[in-house]
């Protein structure tokens, strides 16, 4: 069976400081994968997407950047964090070829920047 | 206005209680429509699937979709304290890799024993 990895669970990190989020799936080849934002109120929030090794669609101009150095990995960076970047952050995955709206998502990465 | 509409809540409910939950949209491309279930500080797990309209039933869970009202529900049925949750209805006009989810922004569901 697949599962999904997020690491680490929460972070306190002071404005301005670098963000290194990671994100792994086992029991899958080449699977979709995604980076969504949760904000109190706001519903989840679609940040990148990705189809294969190197390849990130972003949907959100923002100061965050993704990238996927390896099949099944998926990391979500900043250099500069802001108070704005505060929230729940979850990697999610969907099968390759497959039905993309089928999504499974990871126990997500709880953000607090002060 | 929104594309996909969803009552915040809270809802309370008593233990065994027939519970419903409901979500609009705007877009008449919607064809696949999706309901998470999220406890607290966890990542939303995928509840029901459905495919353009109809109802599909699976255990205490049934998913409605009434595609010319622009209208999706889940009914719990004899609902449980351990359903006590955030419901996250879900959509896409179509499948494939690129495809983008619109969520709504969720239904806190507490069903007191």
């Known amino acids: 069976s697949q599962t999904i990895h997020q690491w680490p669970a929460t972070l306190v990190q002071p404005v301005g400081s670098p963000l290194s989020l990671e994100c792994t799936v086992e029991?899958?080849?080449?699977?979709?994968l995604y980076w969504y934002r949760q904000a109190a109120g706001r519903g989840l929030q679609l940040l990148f997407y990705?189809?294969?090794?190197?390849?990130i669609s972003s949907e959100v101009p923002q100061n965050l950047s993704a990238s996927r150095p390896q099949d099944r990995q998926f990391i979500l960076s900043s250099k500069k964090l802001l108070l704005s970047d505060s929230g729940f952050y979850l990697c999610?995955?969907?099968?390759?070829?497959?039905?993309?709206?089928?999504?499974?998502f990871g126990p997500g990465t709880r953000l607090t920047v002060l | 206005q929104k594309e996909v509409e969803q009552d915040p809540g809270p809802l309370s409910v008593p233990e065994g209680a027939i519970v419903s939950l409901n979500c609009t949209y705007s877009?008449?491309?919607?064809?696949?429509f999706m309901w998470y279930r999220q406890y607290s500080r966890k990542g939303p797990e995928l509840l029901m699937y459905?495919?353009?309209?109809g109802n599909k039933e699976d255990g205490r869970f049934t998913a409605q979709v009434d595609k010319s009202s622009k209208y999706i529900s889940l009914f719990i049925r004899d609902s449980q304290p351990s359903d006590s949750a955030t419901y996250l209805c879900?959509?896409?006009?179509?499948?494939?890799?690129?495809?983008?989810?619109?969520f709504g922004t969720g239904t806190l569901l507490a069903v007191q024993p």
């Open positions: 029991g899958t080849s080449n699977p979709n």
């Open positions: 999610a995955w969907s099968s390759p070829g497959g039905r993309g709206d089928t999504q499974y």
């Open positions: 990705s189809v294969g090794i190197g390849q």
């Open positions: 879900a959509m896409s006009p179509y499948g494939g890799a690129t495809n983008k989810l619109i």
């Open positions: 459905t495919y353009s309209s």
């Open positions: 877009n008449s491309a919607f064809q696949y």
